[in-house]
């Protein structure tokens, strides 16, 4: 239908529907939770990031209203200009406080927090040494700084070590970029190796959070906390949008760190102020990450239980397809050898009442089912997901 210069767009999208790559959203219509109104279907879900059931709690929903009623809908500018407010600085307070840094600074998502941090402190004379599993924004980040990006093999530090050996001296700053826990595999980064290499290397190290926030570390400030690695000198960055069940991304580090951002980022700079609606809602859920670990604790309950209970169906790391992929966090997948059998897999465990993705590339290497665990989900939900996946 489409002629001249826009003719690629259907002939890229015709090879999207063949390889099985096509993508299209799915319409939810209630309140979030632990289960899903699906286009019609009620679903148990094994979808979500909102880890610890926050998203949809009345106390954030009236901190998210009483901020509006005060401030309106919108910030009305960036926040060096007419859009900061009192609530700004008492999240970046209140993240700090968790993270136990310095200091903090909090962006319009997590996406942006790590482009905006990545650019501004590395340039073309710069290194960036990046887990080849990272998200995607570390990776973007890394292309916008312009500095030269060497990916190393998944959380292989020897790897990493050969690299740093090899390219360092030729550089005047170096950054290294992991996920603390890897988005699409449940894996963890170990966060001490990783900070021992970046200091024999005179190397700066980045840790994204986003999955571990609210979640690991005995007060739920994330992987860094779960390791003892907290107080130590790096940079932190994160998401206000899964477990804190709002809208945004922060990042945490020294007070040197946050001042040259506020000077520097441009995502942080050129962009309007978090809406005071998400920035109330992330600083409630903060105060509950803090004085209700129970939520933490049994999230952690249910990981082990399903852990448990899916390695006596499917061994460990063994068997061809599906496989139960090592995990240590509340992301459990089941790979599978193509993009075809996860979407069937996908669609035959919808039918059953269950939603959990099939993710296929490009976002990952190879396909799978993905599990994300809440702590809102009942034992009779985890187990009504056991016997369907007994069943396929
Ligand atoms: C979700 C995610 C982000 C992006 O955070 P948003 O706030 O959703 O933009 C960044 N990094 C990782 C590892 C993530 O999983």
């Not at 702590?375 to 016997?387: D, G, V, Y």
């Amino acid at each position: 239908m489409t002629k001249g210069p826009y003719k690629w767009l259907n002939k890229s999208l015709e090879t999207l529907h063949k390889a099985n790559w096509y993508r299209s959203e799915k319409t939810v219509s209630n309140l979030p939770g632990s289960t899903l109104e699906l286009e019609g279907k009620t679903v148990i879900n094994f979808a979500s990031n909102d880890y610890l059931g926050l998203a949809g709690d009345e106390r954030l929903i009236q901190s998210a209203i009483a901020a509006v009623e005060q401030y309106g809908t919108g910030s009305t500018g960036s926040r060096l200009l007419s859009g900061h407010r009192d609530l700004h600085s008492q999240l970046e307070q209140a993240i700090a406080r968790l993270k136990q840094t310095e200091d903090a600074l909090v962006f319009s998502s997590g996406y942006l927090a790590n482009i905006g941090t990545i650019a501004a402190i590395v340039g073309s004379k710069d290194l960036i040494l990046g887990d080849i599993y990272n998200h995607s924004s570390l990776k973007n980040g890394a292309k916008l700084s312009g500095a030269t990006v060497i990916e190393y093999l998944h959380c292989d530090f020897k790897d990493l070590a050969a690299k740093l050996e090899e390219n360092r001296h030729q550089y005047r700053r170096c950054l290294i970029t992991t996920d603390s826990v890897f988005s699409m595999d449940g894996d963890i980064c170990q966060v001490p190796d990783l900070l021992s290499l970046g200091k024999k290397y005179d190397c700066m190290v980045l840790f994204d959070e986003a999955h571990a926030t609210g979640v690991m570390g005995k007060t739920g400030a994330g992987c860094v906390e779960h390791f003892g690695c907290s107080g130590e000198e790096m940079i932190q960055v994160g998401t206000l949008s899964k477990a804190l069940g709002s809208l945004g991304g922060y990042v945490a580090g020294s007070a040197t760190l946050i001042d040259f951002l506020r000077n520097r980022s441009p995502s942080w700079i050129y962009t309007t102020a978090l809406s005071p609606a998400d920035t109330a809602a992330a600083l409630r859920a903060i105060a509950i990450v803090e004085t209700e670990p129970q939520r933490r604790a049994k999230l952690g309950e249910n990981v082990t239980y399903f852990k448990q209970e899916l390695s006596k169906i499917i061994p460990l790391s063994k068997g061809k397809n599906p496989v139960n992929l090592p995990s240590e966090s509340p992301i459990i997948c089941l790979g599978l050898e193509s993009a075809k059998t996860a979407l069937i897999a996908s669609e035959k465990l919808k039918e059953a009442g269950i939603f959990a993705p099939a993710i296929r590339p490009p976002t990952v290497p190879t396909s799978r089912i993905r599990f994300s665990l809440m702590a809102t989900h009942t034992t009779q939900q985890i187990e009504e997901l056991l016997t369907v996946i007994r069943q396929i």
